[in-house]
């Protein structure tokens, strides 16, 4: 893939249909005046509100708008704009294209370059207020952000149709500032180790005592955290998730598998985030053959498992080290106990059990904590609290 640390020089601009393409003239002049070359990819309902004469003046170059296209070189055009571009940008991106982008829908140009690239993507989300909020609608942009594609927008305002509510595309300004600024790369050059998901404790070879931990938080902070210009290894318990690219993954499933991962190295780290659900307790004793049922009552002998966090946060030296946790009850107290007992920099908490967020969600809420201060970030998709929860930690760490 190609990088994102330097400022893009050749930019290919899809635009979706919508009454926000006025909007993208504005962005392309912005574009130029930075000294970089736009190419313009339209699909058939852009080319109702904007037409390709009018972005080819603004350009200078032709406007793509068929996928299979006779005066294409071998018609393979799409693959030579996915080498071309140093970013892929769509601006507006209707709830229709970015259906399509979620679920690998390739049947026009724009959606067949999606796949193609092999460079930074972002999107500009532009619909009616409704529509945004439709939870189909947000799931689609939660899996794009699970694969690495990042969100401008959209802004709360007045709507073409009346309707006031977030779904505005950002400003061609603001657009322009998000993809020229270094300001996310905010952890450039950090070496950051993330725990995550849950850990299975063996009771014999079919049962283990685990918890509900979905990993979603930690994989999400990892993938935050690698876009934000950090080394990123992620050491992580069985899930269902794919790892993000470019991270570094080492997969564990008990408790002390995880510890022996992670405490040797981590004071290699700028950063230690303990994101997984580690459980406190695992079985004396580990039968090699399936235990049978034995009467009405039984019982299963545990001890303790090694405290991680802990045990990282006694290391010297030792990274700046974040804590989690999930409670049910009476949350600052036991997240401020947490964060003196364990003697960690930040820890980051939350309510579990409730209709909303927690585990196994896509969703969560966090109060983070420190010595002399606490920040509230509301409920929210996890890639997104994921950012600001690093923005937070990058802060501390300039401190």
Known sequence: ?????????????????????????????????????????????????????????????????????????????????????????????????????????????????????????????AMNQAMWKKPVCQENIQRLRQQGVTIIGPENGQQACGDTGPGRMAEPEQICQQLLSPANRYLNGKKILISAGPTREAIDPVRYISNRSSGKMGYALAQAAEKAGAEVTLVSGPTHLAPPEQVRLIAVESAEQMANAIIPIASQFDVYIGAAAVADYRPVLVEDRKIKKQGINTSIELTQNPDIIAAVAKLTPRPFVVGFAAETHDLENYARNKLRDKNLDVIAANIVGQSRGGFDSNENALRVFWTDGQQTFAMTDKCHLADQLLQLIATKLNE
């Open 1 to 125: 893939m190609k990088s994102n640390n330097t400022s893009p020089q050749n930019i290919l601009l899809g635009v979706s249909g919508g009454i926000a393409c006025y909007k993208s003239c504005a962005l392309i002049r912005l574009l130029k005046q930075h000294h970089i070359d736009v190419r313009v990819v339209l699909t058939e309902a852009a080319s109702h509100f904007v037409t390709p004469l009018t972005f080819q003046a603004l350009t200078g170059h032709p406007v793509h708008q068929h996928l299979l296209d006779a005066d294409e070189e071998n018609a393979m055009g799409h693959i030579r704009l996915a080498k071309w571009a140093d970013q892929l940008l769509i601006a507006p991106a209707t709830s229709n294209i970015i259906a399509k982008f979620s679920h690998g829908i390739a049947d026009d140009l724009l959606s067949t370059l999606y796949l193609a690239a092999d460079c930074p993507i972002s999107i500009a989300p």
